[in-house]
T-cell receptor, first 106, second 113 residues
Framework: LAKTTQPISMDSYEGQEVNITCSHN???????ITWYQQFPSQGPRFIIQ???TKVTNEVASLFIPADRKSSTLSLPRVSLSDTAVYYC???????FGKGTRLSVIA | DAGVIQSPRHEVTEMGQEVTLRCKPI?????LFWYRQTMMRGLELLIY????????DSGMPEDRFSAKMPNASFSTLKIQPSEPRDSAVYFC???????????FGQGTRLTVV
């Protein structure tokens, strides 16, 4: 049984804010929520990690409600170079699901 | 640090041959992971090590696959004998601990013909 569920794909225009939501209904008390980004022909790259509430870094923001059963990765003002697959993970060690394929259109 | 280094970047081999993939983790990292990625199955965790000791190899597909980590700076993933269905991109990753940020190598694209 998959521990995370996220949309298979999303499309967005350049300059828009993109929000990708991930469901993790069975998250354990000590699980952190981590997001990775993968470009074609490259390995995944860490974006952001959080436990609860809101986390922000230079790349993205991560919103986690109080019940922690879901999380939302927010990418502000996306560009063409943000086209990639985005993975939401809650397990240790890292177990990747299918991810969300984000396509940014000019 | 140059990051996680994998070799070779590309490997083409004939069915039945032995294949060895190599990985040099980031210095000071205590956890090392081997993944396989295909279009059909996505990114699969094959095995991971903590402090050079294999912790979980339940993702290793079958006995043809084996992995070693003789020291903190080197790991190998061996397939013997190789089969066409082993064709995939194999990634190695390392992290300070098993639940901290993982850094991935560029991967080895394996083609078995």
């Amino acid at each position: 049984l998959a521990k995370t569920t996220q949309p298979i794909s999303m499309d967005s225009y350049e300059g828009q804010e993109v929000n990708i939501t991930c469901s993790h209904n069975n998250i354990a008390t000590n699980d952190y929520i981590t997001w990775y980004q993968q470009f074609p022909s490259q390995g995944p790259r860490f974006i952001i990690q959080g436990y609860k509430t809101k986390v922000t870094n230079e790349v993205a923001s991560l919103f986690i409600p109080a019940d922690r059963k879901s999380s939302t990765l927010s990418l502000p003002r996306v560009s063409l170079s943000d086209t990639a697959v985005y993975y939401c993970l809650v397990e240790t060690p890292l177990v990747f699901g299918k991810g969300t394929r984000l396509s940014v259109i000019a | 640090d140059a990051g996680v280094i994998q070799s070779p970047r590309h490997e083409v081999t004939e069915m039945g041959q032995e294949v060895t993939l190599r990985c040099k983790p980031i210095s000071g990292h205590n956890s090392l992971f081997w993944y396989r990625q295909t279009m059909m199955r996505g990114l699969e965790l094959l095995i991971y090590f903590n402090n050079n000791v294999p912790i979980d190899d339940s993702g290793m597909p079958e006995d043809r696959f084996s992995a070693k980590m003789p020291n903190a700076s080197f790991s190998t993933l061996k397939i013997q004998p190789s089969e066409p269905r082993d064709s995939a991109v194999y990634f190695c990753a390392s992290s300070l601990t098993e639940n901290t940020e993982a850094f991935f190598g560029q991967g080895t694209r394996l083609t078995v013909v």
